[in-house]
Nanobody, 120 residues
Framework: QVQLVESGGGLVQAGGSLRLSCAASGSIFSINAMGWYRQAPGKQRELVAVISSGSSTNYAGSVKGRFTISRDNAKNTVYLQMNSLKPEDTAVYYC??????????????WGQGTQVTVSS
């Protein structure tokens, strides 16, 4: 099993910044992709950003140029630096990890979610 612990959400004014962190722990052999999704009230969960094991990144068009995803492989941690936040960025943000376990099984894992609220 993999445990994901998220931190860094909160309330910020439009134009402000927040940094989300997500640390993975457990019987991990290796971590493949890591990323962030978000879900606003009444909407479907959507991809925000993803980073591969080789540090290739992909962003949703709505956050490109404002958000930066990074990872620290030594700490099994993924970060999301969010700048120039807008009210439409308000959502619950979920950490995502695709990990190969010591059993050699590869599975997707999700964090519990952290609330980001951007006031206008």
């Amino acid at each position: 099993q993999v445990q994901l612990v998220e931190s860094g959400g909160g309330l910020v004014q439009a134009g402000g910044s927040l940094r989300l962190s997500c640390a993975a722990s457990g019987s991990i052999f290796s971590i493949n992709a890591m990323g962030w999704y978000r879900q606003a009230p009444g909407k479907q969960r959507e991809l925000v950003a993803v980073i591969s094991s080789g540090s290739s990144t992909n962003y949703a068009g709505s956050v490109k140029g404002r958000f930066t995803i990074s990872r620290d492989n030594a700490k099994n941690t993924v970060y999301l630096q969010m700048n120039s936040l807008k009210p439409e960025d308000t959502a619950v943000y979920y950490c995502y990890v695709n990990a190969k376990m010591l059993s050699q099984m590869t599975t997707d894992y999700w964090g519990q979610g952290t609330q980001v609220t951007v006031s206008s």
